[in-house]
C-alpha cells in the first residue's frame, strides 16, 4: 500500500468524504492518542473514548479546512484536541465518583499533562509508521533478526542460530534496517510540516 | 536520557533504537492463538489486527481478527461476542464472509477464524463512481441477495458500510492521487465477487448501549464516521427494539446512493448534532441532482431504502435486488407500481411456483450437481450421456411435459411441492408409462432412485435401483455396461443398508463385465469405482488388508479430473484413511486424512458435502486421539455443511451426531452423549434394518456410556442386545462379533460374573487373534482385559504375560501417554504387586497415574483406579508411610 503524507491525507479528509482516508487516518493515530490517554491513567475503555473524541472534533473542523503550515503545526493541533478530550473524560469519571462516592471529593480531577510524554507518544507514532511502510522492503528474517538482537537483547549469535543466518547477517540486517528508518523517519518528520 | 527538544532524535542510532525498543508493536510479534499457526498480519484496522494462519485441526488457510483490548472488555460482552460468532458462523452463502470459529487469544483478547478473501473493500477497490450503471447494479444485487440470505436466518448486519464489503481479487488503491478513476476490477461483471464481512459483530455493540451511544460504542472500536453516514434514523434514534432487517436496508440504500453519486446521503462534515438531525429528518439530495445521467427508476429505488419510516423502505434485500434485477432487465420497477400490486404479486406468484418446478426437474435431471453424499460415486460421464441420450427423445419430453402440466399452478394445490412428493408423482407417473422406450425409462429410474438415495428414502431407492436393472437386463442384457453401472449402484445402496453377502454378488458380477473390457480408458474408471465399492464391503465384513488393497488399487484406477472423478478419487482415499485407522495404524491414517481434506477443499470446495464426510472421519480420529478441541471443531463444520445440503433427517446427519456423542462421552459428558446417541438412533431407524451396523453402533454406544456410569447391570443388557443382532447378521466368527463378546465381558467382570466374562473373552481372542493384523489395538484391549479378568480370579502368573503383550501392541500404535497404555499398566503394576514384584509394580503404578492425573480429576474412576492400586501395592509392601503420603494426595474423603 502506497504512503499518504499527512496534509494530503488532511486534505483529502476536508474534501468529499473519503472513507478510505478516515480509515487510514484512524489506523495511523488510534495507538498515539489512545498511548498518550493511557500515560494520564485512562483505562483502555476510556482511552478509546479520548480518540474517537478526538476524531469526532477534527473531523467537524476539517470540513472546508485548508492546511496551512504557517498557522501552526498539526502534531501541536492533536495533542490540543487530544488534552481536552482527557481532561473531559477525566472530569466526567471524576463526577461519575463524585456522586457514588463523597469521600472521595479531595481527588485531582485535572492533571499536569506531560510534554514529554505526548513526544515520546509522538516517536513511537512515526516509528510505527516507519517500520508498517518499510515491511515490504526487508525480507522476513532480516526483521525477526532486527527484532530479537536489536529490540529484545537477544545476543547476536543465538539470533543467528535460530534465524539460520551468519553472525555477519545479523549486524547487518540491524544497521540497514535502522539506517533505513532514520530515512523514512527524516521524510515524514518534514513532510509533518 | 532526555529526548526533549532533540528534534533529530532519529539520526542518532542509539536514540533511534531506544525509541525503537519503546514502541510496542514490531515486527514478527504474533499473538499465540490456540489452534492456530503460521500467522502472518496482513491488515491493521480499527477493530483489531487480522492475520493470515492456518487452522491446524482442519489444515485450511483462514484470516483470523484479533481484537484490540478493552474491545468487549466486561466478561459478559465476551460471551455474548462468542455466542454472536457462532451464530454468525451458521451463515453460508457465497457472498457472505464466512466465520469459521472464535475465541480467546492466550494473552486474553477477542478473536474469530474466517475465510480467507484475497481482495479489497469495496472503498478501497476504487470502486467508487457508477460510471457503468448495469456493472454497479449487477454487483449491487448480489450483495442485496447475500443480505437477504443472513436476514432468512434471522441475522441483521447493522454495519453495513462500504468498509464491510470486500472485492475478492480487486487491488487495494489507497494512493496519493486515488481520484476514484476506474474499477479496478477487470472488465467482466460476472467475475466480480462481493464478499460481506462482519454479519453479526455489531449486534452485541448495539444490544448493549442504545442509540448514538451504541455508535460511538461501535466507533472505538473503529470507523465512527464511516459507520454513522451508513446508519439508519431508527439507529440514531437509539429505538434500538426499532431495529430489523429493513435498518439494512437502508444501509444498502446509503451504500448503493455513494456508489452512484460519489456522495454520502446526508455530509458527516458538519456539526454532529446536525448531522444526527439530517439523518433522521432531512430527505437526502436525490441523486440525480448529483449525477443528472441516473436513470429516474434507479433514483426511485435508491430514495425508497433511504426512507425514513421502515415501513416505507422496501421490505426485504431480496425485494431490492428483485427489483434492481426488474431494472437490469429492462422491466417496470416495483417502487413505483404499488397500485398495480395485486396484479402483479399474482403473475409474480405464478412465476415463482414454475421457477420451484424448474428448479425440481434440474435436481431430477442433473440429480447430482447437489452434492452428494457417499451413497452413488458413479461416472459423471457416463450418466451425462446417458441422460443426454435420454433427453434427445421425444419420450421423455413428453414425461416431463406431463408431469409440469400435473403440478402447474392451475392444478396443484396453493402451497410449492417438496422435491420428495415431485420424485413420488414422478415415480408414479413412470408406472403408468409401459410406453417409455427402455433406455429411458431405465435413464429416469436411476435418476430418480439415486435422487431418492440422496435425499435418504433408502427403500424407495432401493426398489427404484432394482427395477432399473430389471429392465437394463432384460433390455441389454447382463453383460452389458449399462447393466452393470446399475448393479454397482445397487450393491453400494445394499452395502449402505448392511446386506453385504447381496452386495458382494452384485458387485463381482458387475467387476467381471469390466474385465472383459479393460482396454477402455473409461471402463477402467468404472472398474475402479467398482473396487471402490467392494473395498467398503471387505471394511464391512472385517477384512480390513483386502480393503486397504482395493482402495490403493481404486485409487489408481480411477483417472480423469472432472469433479466426479475428483470426488471419487477423494471419497476411495477417505476410505483408505478410515481402514487404516481401524486396524490402528493411526498415524497413517491421520496424515491421509489431512491430506484428503485439503486436497477435497482445493478441488471441491469447502462447502462439499465430501468435505463433511472428511470432517465426520476426522472427528472421530481427533475423539480417538483425544485430541477433542479439533474433533469439535471438526465435527460441527461437518453439521454446518449437511444442515445446509441435506435433510435433517439424513443418515449422514446421524452420523455426525453420533460422533459427537462419542466425543461427549470420552469427554465424560454422558448425558449429552446419550441426547445425541438417541438423536442420531432417531434417524437411523428410518432409514437402516433393527440390525445395521449403524443402529446396532448406538446400542453399543449406550452401554458403554452405562458402562462408564457404572450401571453394569444395564450395559451388559445393552451389549446383549447388540450381540444379538451381529450373531443373527455376521456369526460367530466375524471379528466384529468378537469385539462385542469381549466388550461385554467387561460389564461381567464387573458385577462379578466372572467366568462368563473369562469365556466372552477367551473366545473373542480366538477369533481376533487370527481375524485381525498383528498390533490391532482391539486385539490388545481384550487381551487386557483377559488379564484383568484372571487378576480378580487370583491367577497374576497367567495374567502378566497377556497384559504385557497387550501393552506391547497398544505402543506400537498410540501415541506416547496415551491413557488406554496408562490404564493398561496400571493391570500390569497390581498384577506385579500381586506376584510381590513391588519395585516392578511401583514403576508401572506411578507412571500410569503421571498420565491419568494428568487427563482426568482426581474423582474419576480411572484416577481412582489407579490411586487404589498405588495404595493396595504401599500396603502389601508394608510402607505405610507412603500410604498416608497418597492419602493427603487424595481430595476425595
Not at chain 2, 114 to 127: F, P, R
Not at chain 2, 350 to 359: D, E, G, P
Not at chain 2, 435 to 461: C, F
Request: hydrophobic residues 40%; glycine residues 6%.
Amino acid at each position: 500500500m502506497s504512503y499518504t503524507t499527512p496534509i494530503r491525507l488532511l486534505n483529502r479528509l476536508a474534501g468529499d468524504i473519503d472513507p478510505t482516508a478516515w480509515a487510514e487516518f484512524h489506523r495511523r493515530y488510534l495507538d498515539l492518542i489512545r498511548g498518550f490517554a493511557h500515560r494520564h491513567g485512562l483505562q483502555p475503555a476510556d482511552c478509546d473514548d479520548v480518540a474517537q473524541d478526538v476524531f469526532v472534533a477534527l473531523s467537524q473542523s476539517l470540513s472546508g479546512f485548508q492546511y496551512d503550515p504557517k498557522k501552526g503545526k498539526f502534531r501541536s493541533y492533536l495533542k490540543t484536541l487530544a488534552i481536552r478530550a482527557i481532561n473531559r473524560k477525566l472530569r466526567q469519571k471524576y463526577e461519575r465518583r463524585v456522586q457514588c462516592d463523597i469521600e472521595d471529593e479531595q481527588n485531582e480531577v485535572s492533571c499536569t499533562f506531560d510534554g514529554e510524554a505526548w513526544e515520546d507518544e509522538w516517536r513511537q507514532y512515526h516509528i510505527r509508521l516507519a517500520m508498517g511502510r518499510l515491511t515490504g522492503e526487508f525480507n522476513e528474517r532480516d526483521r525477526m533478526a532486527f527484532t530479537q538482537y536489536a529490540v529484545l537483547g537477544q545476543s547476536a549469535a543465538e539470533t543467528a542460530e535460530a534465524l539460520g543466518m551468519s553472525l555477519d547477517q545479523v549486524y547487518q540486517a540491524k544497521s540497514r534496517i535502522l539506517k533505513r528508518l532514520a530515512e523514512r523517519i527524516s521524510q515524514q518528520v518534514e513532510e509533518e510540516g | 536520557m532526555s529526548m526533549r527538544d532533540d528534534s533529530k532524535w532519529f539520526t542518532d542510532a542509539g536514540l533511534l533504537l531506544e525509541a525503537v525498543c519503546k514502541t510496542s508493536t514490531h515486527w514478527g510479534q504474533l499473538p499465540d492463538i490456540p489452534g492456530y499457526d503460521e500467522l502472518v498480519e496482513i491488515r491493521r484496522g480499527g477493530q483489531g489486527v487480522v492475520y493470515r494462519g492456518r487452522q491446524r485441526s482442519t489444515n485450511r488457510t483462514v484470516a483470523i481478527k484479533v481484537l484490540l483490548d478493552g474491545v468487549y472488555a466486561s466478561n459478559v460482552s465476551r460471551q455474548r461476542f462468542q455466542r454472536e460468532m457462532q451464530i454468525a458462523a451458521r451463515l453460508r452463502d457465497p457472498h457472505i464472509v464466512r466465520i469459521y470459529d472464535s475465541g480467546v487469544t492466550a494473552d486474553g483478547r477477542l478473536f474469530y477464524a474466517m475465510e480467507y478473501v484475497q481482495g479489497a473493500s469495496i472503498d478501497c477497490a476504487g470502486l467508487k463512481i457508477g460510471n457503468n450503471l448495469t456493472r454497479t447494479l449487477t454487483l449491487f444485487a448480489k450483495i442485496c441477495d447475500a443480505v437477504q440470505y443472513a436476514h432468512q436466518r434471522g441475522i441483521i448486519h447493522r454495519d453495513l458500510k462500504p468498509g464491510n464489503i470486500l472485492i475478492e481479487g480487486a487491488v487495494a488503491s489507497v494512493d496519493d492521487d486515488s481520484s476514484h478513476t476506474d474499477y479496478g476490477l477487470g472488465p467482466r461483471t460476472d467475475v466480480v465477487h462481493p464478499k460481506i464481512l462482519d454479519f453479526g459483530l455489531a449486534k452485541v455493540v448495539f444490544d448493549e448501549t442504545e442509540g448514538v451511544a451504541a455508535l460511538t460504542r461501535v466507533s472505538q472500536t473503529g470507523q465512527f464516521l464511516g459507520s454513522l453516514a451508513f446508519a439508519s434514523p431508527e439507529q440514531i434514534e437509539g429505538t434500538s427494539d426499532r431495529i430489523d432487517t429493513r435498518t439494512d436496508v437502508y444501509s444498502l440504500g446509503a451504500i448503493l446512493y455513494q456508489l452512484l453519486t460519489g456522495q454520502l446521503p446526508h455530509s458527516v462534515h458538519q456539526n454532529l448534532r446536525q448531522t444526527l438531525n439530517d439523518i433522521t429528518t432531512t430527505a437526502p439530495p436525490r441523486p440525480r441532482s448529483i449525477r443528472a445521467d441516473l436513470p429516474n427508476d434507479v433514483e426511485t429505488m435508491v430514495l425508497r431504502c433511504l426512507a425514513k419510516e421502515p415501513e416505507r423502505r422496501y421490505q426485504t434485500a431480496g425485494d431490492l435486488a428483485a427489483d434492481i434485477r426488474r431494472f437490469l432487465a429492462g422491466k417496470p420497477i416495483d417502487a413505483k407500481r404499488d397500485q398495480t400490486w395485486y396484479v402483479l404479486r399474482k403473475t409474480l406468484a405464478r412465476y415463482k411456483a414454475i421457477t420451484a418446478l424448474a428448479v425440481v426437474m434440474f435436481v431430477l435431471l442433473v440429480g447430482y450437481a447437489i452434492t452428494m453424499p457417499l451413497l452413488y460415486q458413479r461416472a459423471r460421464e457416463a450418466e451425462r450421456r446417458t441422460l443426454e441420450e435420454v433427453a434427445s427423445t421425444q419420450a421423455l419430453n413428453n414425461f416431463l411435459v406431463g408431469m409440469l402440466q400435473k403440478s402447474s399452478p392451475e392444478l396443484a394445490s396453493s402451497r410449492e411441492m417438496t422435491v420428495r412428493e415431485m420424485l413420488d408423482q414422478a415415480a408414479e407417473r413412470l408406472g403408468e408409462k409401459p410406453e417409455l422406450p427402455p433406455q429411458v425409462a431405465v435413464g429416469i429410474h436411476r435418476v430418480i432412485a439415486g435422487t431418492y438415495g440422496k435425499l435418504g428414502h433408502l427403500d424407495e431407492s432401493e426398489s427404484g435401483m432394482r427395477r432399473a436393472l430389471e429392465i437394463a437386463r432384460t433390455t441389454f442384457g447382463t453383460g452389458d455396461v449399462k447393466a452393470a453401472a446399475l448393479m454397482r449402484d445397487l450393491g453400494e445402496i445394499l452395502w449402505y443398508r448392511g446386506r453385504f453377502e447381496e452386495a458382494e454378488q452384485l458387485l463381482t458380477e458387475a467387476m467381471a463385465v469390466y474385465e472383459h473390457a479393460a482396454d477402455d480408458e473409461a471402463l477402467r474408471s468404472e472398474y475402479g469405482l467398482c473396487l471402490f465399492s467392494m473395498a467398503h464391503i471387505h471394511g464391512s465384513r472385517g477384512r480390513p488388508e483386502k480393503a486397504v488393497e482395493s482402495y490403493r488399487r481404486a485409487i489408481d484406477l480411477i483417472q480423469g479430473d472432472t469433479v466426479a472423478k475428483r470426488f471419487q478419487r477423494v471419497m476411495a482415499r477417505t476410505g483408505l484413511a478410515t481402514t487404516l485407522f481401524e486396524q490402528g495404524q493411526f498415524k497413517e491414517a491421520g496424515r491421509q486424512y489431512l491430506e484428503t481434506l485439503a486436497e477435497a477443499r482445493e478441488k471441491l470446495g469447502d462447502d462439499h458435502a465430501v468435505v463433511a464426510t472428511i470432517l465426520t472421519h476426522l472427528g472421530r480420529y481427533h475423539t480417538e486421539m483425544e485430541e477433542f478441541d479439533e474433533a469439535e471443531s471438526c465435527l460441527s463444520e461437518a453439521m454446518e455443511i449437511y444442515r445446509k445440503r441435506l435433510d435433517p433427517k439424513h443418515a449422514r446427519v446421524g452420523t455426525v451426531l453420533a460422533r459427537l456423542g462419542n466425543l461427549k462421552s470420552s469427554q465424560g459428558d454422558f448425558e449429552s452423549a446419550e441426547r445425541f446417541w438417541r438423536d442420531a438412533q432417531a434417524i437411523y431407524v428410518r432409514s437402516f434394518d433393527e440390525d445395521h451396523e449403524k443402529v446396532v453402533g448406538i446400542k453399543l454406544n449406550l452401554a458403554q456410556s452405562r458402562e462408564m456410569q457404572k450401571d453394569y447391570a444395564g450395559a451388559a443388557r445393552e451389549y446383549r442386545l447388540a450381540l444379538e443382532s451381529y450373531r443373527r447378521r455376521l456369526g460367530d466368527k466375524d471379528p466384529r462379533t468378537a469385539i462385542l463378546r469381549s466388550k461385554l465381558a467387561i460389564p461381567l467382570s464387573e458385577l462379578g460374573e466372572l467366568e462368563e466374562a473369562e469365556e466372552e473373552l477367551r473366545g473373542a481372542l480366538a477369533v481376533l487373534n487370527t481375524a485381525l493384523s498383528e498390533n490391532d489395538p482391539r486385539t490388545a484391549k481384550t487381551l487386557i482385559w483377559l488379564g484383568r479378568v484372571l487378576l480378580k480370579r487370583q491367577n497374576p502368573e497367567e495374567a502378566e504375560p497377556m497384559i504385557r503383550r497387550g501393552i506391547d501392541m497398544l505402543k506400537a500404535g498410540l501415541p506416547a501417554g496415551h491413557s488406554w497404555v496408562a490404564l493398561a499398566e496400571n493391570a500390569l503394576g497390581e498384577c506385579l504387586a500381586l506376584l510381590g514384584r513391588y519395585e516392578e509394580a511401583e514403576t508401572y503404578l506411578l507412571r500410569s497415574w503421571k498420565v491419568i492425573e494428568m487427563r482426568y480429576d482426581s474423582t474419576h474412576e480411572f484416577s481412582r483406579a489407579v490411586f487404589s492400586n498405588i495404595c493396595g501395592l504401599y500396603e502389601r509392601w508394608g510402607k505405610p508411610d507412603k500410604i498416608a503420603e497418597w492419602c493427603e494426595k487424595s481430595t476425595d474423603p
